[in-house]
């Protein structure tokens, strides 16, 4: 699977949008771009997932570039709740596949 | 949405015992459930991919006889840490997938094991 690339930690400031970028630039044509977070001594949490248009759902947005090697995932309102490690995963579709985890981004939400 | 539902949260054991660790889906049939590692301040580590009806398959560096991997029906995988030592202290974690194609992994809250 491709390997991506995130910075170590971000902060943002509560009510403000925090945008998370994420390097994969040797993503397949059959990869998608997954967002999961993990708050601290909970299990992965889903967020969003996209192939290469832009997605939106409740919890976020996603923008994939258009030559698909980079991505950003977009929290529109960042709470203090937002706090936790946030993992951007590349995946191929059309198998039960697990996914590999890298380092993710701390995201640290502050009042 | 379909949820994954594990336990116990927590298990404190003594050295030298086992414990069984349960991942069930509760609204959906999981084909393939996989089990996770996770030290403290370090990432998620794949253990081993389960699925249902027959024997697991393990990550390298991970002995299938100590964690021992039954997925017997479509929504229940257990894990089992036989001989537990200090060493085997860690969160585990399982996740599920329903379908064969993108849909999103679930994951459990995870299990926090400490053997003393």
């Known amino acids: 699977d491709a390997k991506t690339t995130q910075p170590t930690s971000m902060d943002c400031a509560e009510g403000r949008a925090a945008n998370l970028p994420c390097n994969h630039s040797?993503?397949?044509?059959?990869?998608?771009v997954y967002w999961y977070r993990q708050i601290h001594s909970q299990g992965p949490q889903y967020i969003i997932h996209g192939l290469k248009n832009n997605e939106t759902n409740e919890m976020a947005s996603l923008i994939i570039t258009e030559d698909r090697k980079s991505s950003t995932l977009i929290l529109p309102h960042a709470t203090l709740r937002d706090t936790a490690v946030y993992y951007c995963?590349?995946?191929?579709?059309?198998?039960?596949?697990?996914?590999?985890f890298g380092s993710g981004t701390q995201l640290t939400v502050l009042p | 949405g379909a949820v994954v539902s594990q336990h116990p949260s927590w298990v404190i054991c003594k050295s030298g015992t086992s414990v069984k660790i349960e991942c069930r889906s509760l609204?959906?049939?999981?084909?393939?459930m996989f089990w996770y590692r996770q030290f403290p301040k370090q990432s998620l580590m794949l253990m081993a991919t389960?699925?249902?009806?027959?024997?697991?398959?393990?990550e390298q560096g991970v002995e299938k006889d100590k964690f021992l991997i039954n997925h017997a029906s479509l929504t229940l995988s257990t894990l089992t840490v036989t001989s537990a030592h200090p060493e085997d202290s860690s969160f585990y974690i399982c996740s599920a997938s329903d379908q064969t194609g993108n849909s999103p992994l679930h994951f459990g809250n995870g299990t926090r094991l400490t053997v003393t």
């Open positions: 995963i590349v995946r191929p579709s059309g198998s039960a596949r697990q996914l590999t």
């Open positions: 040797t993503i397949s044509g059959n990869e998608y």
């Open positions: 389960s699925n249902e009806g027959s024997k697991a398959t393990y």
């Open positions: 609204d959906f049939q999981a084909t393939t």
